[in-house]
């Protein structure tokens, strides 16, 4: 009798491991099927900015902020310095690299512009050999003149930023565990350790627990709403907030089946997510630049209550751009940039 039971036990164990794995690739993209497809027509791909993990822009004056560092290079270990790219989009030039009066090591992740009386500001998540921080500087006369470097213990992996105000923002973290094989189980096994932090202008809190991979954040441009995204979770997360506050309260997850990266926001409030629909992909793609990682574009265009009109806008298997990142939308065009390569494509979209 033992026996029987104990074989049956390791029957009931071994049925669920690949139930689990088969899960695992069913989330990580393995098994979907993509049809690529551009609603437009690709005008420029600049090709002078590594790593234009993201961006962001000021609709008034027709900017756009590129976050630019090797991160091929950084991910081995290599010494490394990025920067800011402008890229001003009437203009026609290529994207030129922003001095700075930054006096560490830089090397740019998620970054975010605010115009807050008046004063144009950018923060930008920089991860160095001192550590990780979120960096404000003020945008003026073509120099971004750095304000102030924030830090906790609680920012152990940030990701991207979203400034609220000079003094306040929130950030995520991709991880709850900075190194180590715990980080690795986090990815593999799905562990929901990653969280969004909310700096008030005092101090650091938790804003909201129990993402896998948190990665992009956003506000509406009323700032009564935040958007989140999980990568492994592949989950947009939609929250009404506190403008007094910052408190979030969720009102929606929706589930696009594909690893969300950067959430923008036009100008109609609009969100604009670049993913990765072969999640393994990406891996293979992030220590190999040889091997293409699909990019995905989609627009989400809100219809009350909280839901979402979606349209996929841009599908390639990575010969374009591989990983993308992020996706901001000008008039009637988008610029993509993605995690690795050299390049920001832009192109122009249809008219529906």
């Not at 750095?146 to 923002?169: E, K």
């Not at 990653?194 to 992009?216: C, I, M, P, Q």
């Not at 989140?228 to 506050?245: I, K, M, N, V, Y």
Request: with cysteine; proline share 3%.
């Amino acid at each position: 009798m033992t026996k029987k039971y104990l074989k049956f036990g390791l029957g009931f164990l071994l049925v669920c491991v690949i139930i689990f794995i088969l899960n695992t690739l069913y989330a990580a993209g393995v098994f979907t099927t993509l049809t690529p497809h551009t609603d437009g027509k690709i005008e420029t791909t600049y090709t002078n900015t590594p790593g234009a993990e993201d961006m962001d822009i000021d609709y008034r004056k027709g900017l756009l902020f590129i976050s630019s560092t090797n991160r091929w290079k950084q991910l081995q270990g290599k010494e490394v310095e990025g920067g800011i790219y402008l890229l001003q989009l009437d203009s026609g030039k290529v994207p030129v690299k922003i001095p700075t009066t930054y006096n560490g090591q830089f090397r740019p992740h998620g970054v975010s512009f605010l115009t807050h009386e008046s004063i144009d500001y950018l923060f930008v998540v920089n991860h160095n050999k001192e550590g990780n921080f979120v960096e404000l500087f003020q945008f003026k006369n073509d120099t971004l003149f750095h304000q102030r470097s924030y830090s906790d213990d609680s920012m152990c992996c940030p990701n991207d930023v979203v400034g609220i105000s000079p003094t306040q923002f929130y950030v995520t973290n991709d991880h709850g565990t900075q190194k180590g094989a715990m980080r690795k189980v986090e990815d593999y096994l799905r562990v929901p350790l990653s969280y969004l932090l909310y700096f008030d202008g005092n101090s650091f809190s938790k804003a909201y627990e129990g993402l896998t991979y948190g990665n992009g954040v956003n506000i509406s441009n009323d700032g009564s709403k935040l958007y989140l995204t999980h990568t492994t979770g592949r989950e947009l997360l939609t929250f009404s907030r506190d403008r007094q506050t910052g408190a979030l309260k969720l009102l929606d997850k929706l589930n696009l089946k594909s690893g969300l990266d950067n959430i923008s926001v036009d100008e109609d409030d609009n969100l604009w997510i670049a993913s990765h629909p072969k999640m393994l992909k990406f891996v293979g793609h992030a220590t190999d630049s040889t091997k293409k990682s699909p990019s995905q574009i989609f627009k989400l265009t809100p219809e009350g209550n909280d839901s979402y009109r979606i349209e996929e806008v841009f599908l390639n298997e990575g010969e374009v751009i591989s990983a993308s990142s992020v996706g901001i939308h000008y008039k009637n065009q988008l610029l993509i940039g993605g995690v690795f390569e050299s390049k920001v494509v832009r192109l122009t979209l249809s008219e529906k």
